[in-house]
C-alpha cells in the first residue's frame, strides 16, 4: 500500500484536515437488552502510540512502530511528525517514521490545539534540534493538566524557555544531566524529560517519575535505539545521556484502557468477555474491583476473562496514577456502579471535570450525585434510552456502555471524541453481539465499524 492509499479513520481525509463540522456529527445508535459474549483482541495502546512515535524524531535513521491503532489521534500525530519535517508511511497497522531529513522547530497550532499529547514533541524536539515551539496544548476538557511539570523539567536540564502570545519556545545550547523531582507523577512530563534526557550530557535523574507501563513501553524503544536508561516503571529512572541513537523496530504494547473498557462492557450486560493480548498485572487494581463487585475474573497468559454471574455489589473507587484505579476507566466503571446493589462513592484524583459525564449518564436515569471530587452512585437503577452527548473520549465509551443496557435506544452524539482513542470500537462491540450503528453527519448510518 502506498502512502496515498492510508486507510484513512472516519471523518479524516487525505490531507489530514477532516471538517470539524463532520467530525461532530458523527452518532453511535446504541439498541440495549443483548448480553455481550466473545472475545476482543486488544489495539496498539493509543497512550504509548504517540509517544513512541514523538521519540522516533530523536534519530536521524528511520523507525518502525508495529500495532499502531488506526485512531484520529495517531493520524493527528502523523499529521504533525509530517509538519515538522518527517516522512511517514502507514500500512496495516505499521507506521515507518524517517525523520532523518532537515526538521521544522515549530509545531503548527491547529495540530496541537485538537490534541493534548502532541506537547510530547517538545522533549525530542528540544533534543535533536537545541529549540522547539509548541502552542499550548488542546484535546479532552477534562480539567487543567499543568505543563509547568514539563517546564520546569526541562529548566533543570538546562533549556530556556519563554511561553508568549500562546507559544512555548524551548531553547537550548546543549542540555546537561541533573536530578529532576517532580511534585506530581505527571505521565506527559515524565516521558518528555525521559526522552530529552536522552540527549543530555551527563546522567539525569527522574524522582517521583511516573510509573505507567506506557512508560516502560517508551523506555523500552529508547533503549532499542540505542539510550542508556535504567528504573522505568518505578519512581525513579536514570539516564545516561549523550549515546547516539539511532533508528529501531517496536511493537506498541497492548491498549489497558481499552481492556478494561470492554471487560466492563461486558460485565454492564451480564455478559463474558474475554480480552487478548494484555500483560494482566497491568490491571491488577481494576480487576481486584471487579471481584470485589463479584465478578469472575480469570487471568491467563495475556488474557482476562470477566464473567457476570450474578448481581453486581457496591464498591468505592478512588483514581490515582498508575499503580492506583486508571482515571480512564473512571467513568465507564460508574455504568457498572449504577447497576450493582446499593451505593458506591468514587473519588477522583487525576482530572476535576472527569464528571462531565455525570450529567449525560442521568439522562439515562443513572443515580449519581457528584459534590467536588466525590460521586455517589447509586443502585440498582434501571436506565433508559435516550439521546446523550459525549463530553470527552472515556465519557463517550461511558455513554455506549449505558446505552447497552439501556431499555430502548441510545444515541451517543459526538462519537468524534470516542474516534480519537479506541479503533474500530462499533466493529468491536458487534463482534460481542452489541447492536449498534454508526450514523455519520447527516443521519446516513454507516453500519458496525468505519
Avoid at 476482543?40 to 513512541?52: F, H, P, Y
Amino acid at each position: 500500500m502506498t502512502q496515498a492509499q492510508w486507510p484513512e479513520p472516519p471523518g479524516h481525509d487525505a490531507a489530514g484536515a477532516a471538517s470539524e463540522a463532520a467530525d461532530r456529527g458523527r452518532s453511535l445508535r446504541v439498541r440495549g437488552g443483548r448480553r455481550l459474549e466473545g472475545e476482543i483482541v486488544l489495539s496498539g495502546a493509543k497512550n504509548s502510540a504517540l509517544k513512541l512515535m514523538a521519540a522516533s524524531l530523536l534519530a536521524d535513521e528511520p523507525s518502525t512502530i508495529r500495532r499502531v491503532p488506526r485512531i484520529a489521534d495517531v493520524f493527528t500525530m502523523v499529521d504533525m511528525l509530517r509538519a515538522l519535517g518527517a516522512k511517514v508511511t502507514f500500512d496495516d497497522g505499521e507506521l515507518r517514521i524517517d525523520p532523518s531529513g532537515p526538521l521544522n522547530e515549530r509545531a503548527p497550532y491547529e495540530l496541537v490545539r485538537r490534541m493534548r499529547a502532541s506537547i510530547i514533541v517538545m522533549g525530542p524536539m528540544v533534543a535533536r534540534l537545541g529549540r522547539a515551539t509548541i502552542a499550548m496544548p488542546g484535546g479532552c476538557n477534562i480539567g487543567p493538566r499543568r505543563i509547568d511539570f514539563h517546564i520546569r523539567g526541562l529548566q533543570k536540564l538546562g533549556a530556556a524557555i519563554e511561553i508568549e502570545h500562546g507559544f512555548i519556545e524551548v531553547t537550548s545550547d546543549g542540555l546537561r544531566g541533573a536530578v529532576v523531582p517532580l511534585d506530581y507523577p505527571s505521565v506527559g512530563a515524565t516521558e518528555n524529560l525521559l526522552m530529552a534526557a536522552t540527549a543530555a550530557q551527563g546522567t539525569t535523574v527522574i524522582d517521583n517519575a511516573a510509573r505507567e507501563p506506557e512508560i516502560v513501553d517508551l523506555a523500552k524503544f529508547l533503549m532499542s535505539m540505542g539510550a542508556s536508561i535504567h528504573g522505568a516503571g518505578t519512581s525513579s529512572i536514570e539516564i545516561e545521556g549523550g549515546h547516539a541513537l539511532h533508528g529501531a523496530i517496536h511493537e506498541v504494547i497492548a491498549d489497558r484502557i481499552e481492556a478494561g473498557t470492554y471487560l466492563l462492557a461486558g460485565v454492564a450486560t451480564g455478559g463474558d468477555v474475554t480480552v487478548r493480548g494484555l500483560n494482566p498485572p497491568c490491571l491488577e487494581l481494576f480487576l481486584n474491583k471487579l471481584r470485589a463487585m463479584g465478578v469472575q475474573v480469570d487471568e491467563g497468559d495475556r488474557t482476562i476473562r470477566a464473567r457476570a454471574l450474578g448481581a453486581l455489589r457496591p464498591v468505592d473507587v478512588s483514581t490515582l496514577p498508575h499503580p492506583g484505579f486508571a482515571t480512564d476507566l473512571q467513568a465507564q466503571f460508574m455504568v457498572a456502579l449504577s447497576l450493582a446493589e446499593g451505593t458506591s462513592i468514587v473519588t477522583e484524583n487525576v482530572f476535576e471535570n472527569r464528571f462531565a459525564v455525570v450529567d449525560e449518564l442521568n439522562r439515562l436515569g443513572a443515580g449519581i450525585t457528584t459534590s467536588g471530587h466525590h460521586a455517589v452512585v447509586s443502585g440498582p437503577r434501571q436506565l433508559t434510552g435516550s439521546v446523550v452527548e459525549a463530553p470527552d473520549l472515556r465519557g463517550g465509551a461511558a455513554l455506549a456502555i449505558a446505552g447497552l443496557v439501556a431499555e430502548g435506544v441510545t444515541e451517543v452524539r459526538g462519537l468524534h471524541h470516542v474516534d480519537r482513542g479506541y479503533e474500530d470500537f462499533d466493529a468491536k462491540l458487534a463482534g460481542l453481539g452489541a447492536d449498534v450503528t454508526r450514523v455519520e453527519a447527516g443521519g446516513e448510518a454507516g453500519g458496525a465499524g468505519p
